[in-house]
C-alpha cells in the first residue's frame, strides 16, 4: 500500500498549524498529494479546472463574498 499521497495531509494540518493563508496551504497540499500520488502538473490542473467548473454554484459564493465585503468597508450600509 503506498501511503505517500497521504503527505498532502501532512503538510495541509502543518499549514494550518502555523496560521499560513489557508487557501494557499489547501492548494499547496493539493499539489503535494497530486504530485505524491503519480500525477503530472498537468494532470493536477486538469483536474482542478474540472471540480470548479463543476461546482460553479460555489465559485460564484466565493466570488462575490470579497467585492460585498469591499463595499461593506467603502461605506456602502452608510449610504
Given at each position: 500500500?503506498?501511503?505517500?499521497?497521504?503527505?498532502?495531509?501532512?503538510v495541509?494540518?502543518?499549514?494550518?498549524?502555523?496560521r499560513l493563508?489557508?487557501?494557499?496551504?489547501?492548494l499547496?497540499?493539493g499539489l503535494?498529494?497530486?504530485?505524491?500520488?503519480?500525477m503530472?502538473?498537468?494532470?493536477?490542473?486538469?483536474t482542478?479546472g474540472?471540480?470548479?467548473?463543476?461546482?460553479?454554484?460555489?465559485?460564484?459564493l466565493?466570488?462575490?463574498l470579497?467585492?460585498?465585503a469591499l463595499?461593506?468597508?467603502?461605506?456602502?450600509?452608510?449610504?
Amino acid at each position: 500500500m503506498d501511503f505517500w499521497p497521504a503527505l498532502g495531509l501532512l503538510v495541509l494540518v502543518a499549514g494550518l498549524a502555523l496560521r499560513l493563508q489557508p487557501m494557499l496551504t489547501v492548494l499547496t497540499a493539493g499539489l503535494v498529494s497530486g504530485l505524491a500520488g503519480g500525477m503530472s502538473l498537468l494532470g493536477i490542473l486538469e483536474t482542478l479546472g474540472e471540480a470548479f467548473t463543476r461546482n460553479r454554484f460555489l465559485a460564484i459564493l466565493i466570488l462575490t463574498l470579497p467585492a460585498i465585503a469591499l463595499l461593506e468597508r467603502l461605506g456602502l450600509r452608510a449610504q
